[in-house]
């Protein structure tokens, strides 16, 4: 014979209040988007660039991505891989010894801080 074990949780009323606002709101929430039919993203930005272009053949390429390649995306892409490159350059340079790191003077602001693990070298 099987038995089961039943928990028993007992929710004051502030808590019963608030669980059963945020049911009536997602209830609200979830039948609002049904009625009014939220279109998906393709057929939101489809919509747009047909208003932008009188050329269908020119929203179609927008919608598919090929319009516009040389926009602001496309060179902050290209800027950061220049940068990459730059940086792996630095990295090899200071990885064979061609390159190296010197400090000089102490930092007016590190005088006493000590160690990163909090004691002080005296």
């Not at 949780?9 to 609002?32: E, M, P, S």
């Not at 393709?42 to 009188?54: L, M, P, V």
Request: with cysteine; proline share 2%.
């Amino acid at each position: 014979m099987k038995t089961q074990k039943h928990t028993m949780v007992q929710v004051d009323r502030y808590t019963r209040f608030c669980l059963t606002t945020i049911a009536v709101l997602l209830t609200l929430l979830i039948i609002g988007l049904w009625a009014d039919g939220v279109k998906t993203v393709g057929q939101a930005r489809a919509a747009g660039s047909r208003s932008k272009f009188q050329d269908p053949t020119a929203a179609k390429a927008f919608q598919e991505g090929r319009w516009g390649t040389s926009s602001a995306a496309g060179k902050m892409a290209a800027t950061q891989q220049q940068t990459n490159a730059k940086l792996d350059e630095l990295i090899k340079l200071f990885k064979t010894g061609q390159a190296k790191v010197q400090i000089v003077g102490e930092m007016p602001e590190a005088k006493g801080a000590g160690d990163a693990d909090g004691s002080s070298a005296k």
